[in-house]
């Protein structure tokens, strides 16, 4: 139909008035000449107006009366704690948001994370790329005195210590937001040497000394920092960038990870420093809910069995945007890990780089790493139903906008290799 | 009662700090301000009123939740929309695979009939073009028919339609465009061409 004059494509936009003047002068010079386009533009118009009669049926009154009542009643103890001071802290929003309600008691998780925390802090120092703050504990003994879980810190510290002989990378202080062009982009940000030896002793002794981090305190203050570093995260993924050769890696590393330094690791790295708890908070509260779902599932499933494996906790919640870390130093020391997890830990990066991908799967600038992505998808086995489904459909994509017809073929062959 | 003309953007502002701040009864005035606008975006996205209330409720306690990832130099309705959005596909999502897997064929149209139950004050008419352009518009792909929902009942701009879904401007309109067209095949082939002579008012 469209013969290179008629003007049918550009008529949407003219019914919106999103065309600017040009644009629409011309479409009207061509309407008045062409019989065809102007019943085109007719039709459209009519279209339209059926299409903002299809009324949403009004529920009523008493519905809309209620609406509100419902959803405070929902947010539950959390207004009320809220309105005796404060904001809730965060992570108990996000405990609250993950479990079904009265699915477990507060303290108990709130004392595994404080176990979780700890445990991460001094995990930490055999990931390359980790920066966590762990504030030292103030009042969380005197909020939740003599809680059974809080107790885990203590007794999880020595093993976890005893473990991580290996040269240590310090997590480091510091509360600003990562500049989001850094000068030598590739230098690990993390500080080692005395400055690392101190802090981590500091935080020996205040474990020792029978006070696990006040997570939740931790946690409310950081809340600031999450959404800046999230972005200048993203911003970065949007930056081209170059291609960096495999690091030499463990064997065990090199097999899980087929990422070897990502695209996107640099920029995840930000948003590590925001804490573990933060990186995954912001994927999952970003509305990938696919994500946030097994989150829940995972959590409530670990919950359930009474078998809070803090080290597998952690390195779960870790893993959504610590790429590389969990792969390579962290497998190693898993053990007890449920199948779930182990088919979770099996996935890290594709899990973390479709979190971050999904959203954005259909804006070009993101294209080079949706590639990315697929091949890897297409690639590996052991990638969950879930995310086979998101490589389909990041294929299709790629091969509906191949911008010529070899590259075309290329991806409808992988998308092909998919469905075998 | 607020409605969502009734607030300025000064006062959205002043109660979203509120809320930032643990606040709930101004959070409370923010959800009457915006249930309305958000309730029908998911009824038109889900087309029944069990799920779009689901989606309605949940995205204000998203929201809630999420507070401190709002970013006040954008519109808070727009946010608001873009949570609701996700979790209305999401719930689409769901409600595909129970069907799947459930052996039966996944059949929107049918879907369709089944969930439209008008509630109490129901405008609704039950035309026979309604129907057909309804039972379109649900088998048209996500990618097509969220931009169409969002430009023509939330009446976004093009603009505002790219940053809620997350797309290039020029994918909204080339997405319109297709939906438009898409959902004129589909009612022409039904005989009811939206053509100005179609027979209801």
């Known amino acids: ?420 | 009662m607020h409605s969502a003309d009734g607030l300025d953007s000064e006062e959205i502002g002043k109660l979203v700090r509120a809320a930032r701040a643990g606040k709930s009864r101004e959070f409370g005035q923010l959800v009457e301000a915006f249930q309305r606008p958000i309730y029908a975006l998911a009824y038109r996205m889900l087309r029944n009123h069990a799920d779009a209330d689901d989606v309605a409720q949940e995205t204000f306690i998203r929201a809630w939740t999420a507070i401190e990832r709002y970013d006040p130099s954008y519109s808070f309705l727009g946010w608001l929309r873009t949570i609701a959005t996700r979790l209305a596909l999401n719930m689409i999502e769901k409600r595909r695979r129970r069907r799947t897997e459930g052996g039966e064929t996944f059949d929107l149209a049918s879907e369709q009939h089944a969930t439209t139950a008008p509630g109490p004050d129901t405008a609704v008419e039950g035309s026979e073009m309604h129907r057909a352009l309804e039972a379109a518009l649900a088998r048209l792909p996500d990618d097509y028919r969220l931009p169409l929902l969002l430009r023509t009942n939330d009446e976004l701009s093009y603009a505002e339609i790219a940053k809620t879904l997350e797309i290039p401007v020029g994918t909204v309109m080339s997405r319109l465009h297709r939906a438009r067209t898409l959902l004129r095949a589909e009612l022409e082939s039904h005989g009811l061409g939206a053509s100005p002579r179609r027979g209801h008012a």
């Open chain 1, 1 to 420: 139909m469209p013969d290179g004059r008629h003007v049918d494509d550009l008529l949407g936009a003219y019914v919106d008035a999103e065309l600017d003047a040009a644009a629409r002068a011309g479409v009207e010079t061509h309407l008045r000449a062409c019989a065809t386009c102007r019943r085109d533009l007719e039709a459209l118009q009519s279209l339209q107006a059926t299409l903002r009669h299809l009324e949403v049926p009004d529920p009523g009154q008493g519905y809309w009366a209620q609406f509100s009542p419902r959803v405070l009643e929902r947010l539950g103890d959390a207004a009320t704690q809220a309105s005796d001071g404060g904001p809730m802290p965060l992570l108990e929003r996000l405990a609250r948001w993950f479990l079904p309600q009265g699915r477990l008691a507060w303290p108990r998780f709130a004392g595994a994370f404080a176990g979780v925390m700890l445990v991460t802090y001094i995990g930490m120092r055999g990931f390359r790329s980790d920066e966590i703050r762990i504030e030292p504990a103030k009042d969380r003994a005197a909020r939740e005195p003599a809680s059974a879980p809080t107790a885990l810190a203590p007794t999880e510290e020595p093993k976890s210590a005893a473990r991580s002989a290996a040269p240590p990378a310090a997590p480091q202080l510091e509360p600003k937001r990562t500049a989001p062009a850094s000068p030598e982009p590739d230098r690990p940000r993390i500080r080692q040497g005395a400055k690392v030896a101190k802090e981590t002793d500091k935080a020996g002794e205040g474990a020792a000394a029978t006070s696990p981090p006040p997570a939740q305190q931790t946690f409310e203050k950081q809340a600031p920092d999450v959404r800046p570093r999230s972005e200048t995260a993203l911003q970065d993924l949007k930056k081209p960038v170059p291609q960096v050769a495999p690091s030499p890696a463990p064997s065990e590393e090199a097999a899980l990870n087929l990422t070897a330094p990502v695209q996107t690791e640099r920029s995840l790295q930000a948003d590590a420093s925001a804490g573990p708890i933060h990186t995954f908070i912001a994927a999952a509260l970003a509305g990938e809910v696919t994500t946030a779902q097994e989150a829940r599932t995972e959590l409530a499933m670990l919950a359930d069995a009474d078998a809070l494996d803090l080290e597998h906790m952690d390195a779960w919640l870790r893993q959504p945007l610590q790429l590389r870390a969990y792969g390579g130093a962290a497998t190693g020391r898993k053990k007890s890990q449920s199948s779930a997890m182990e088919a979770t830990a099996a996935a890290p990066d594709y899990a973390a780089l479709d979190a971050l991908l999904w959203p954005r799967r259909h804006a070009q600038e993101f294209r080079p790493q949706v590639e990315e992505l697929a091949r890897r998808l297409v690639r590996q086995t052991q990638v969950t139903p879930a995310l086979r489904e998101r490589a389909d459909a990041y294929l299709t994509w790629l091969v509906e906008t191949a911008p010529d017809a070899a590259t075309r073929a290329e991806w409808q062959m992988q998308l092909d290799a998919l469905a075998r």
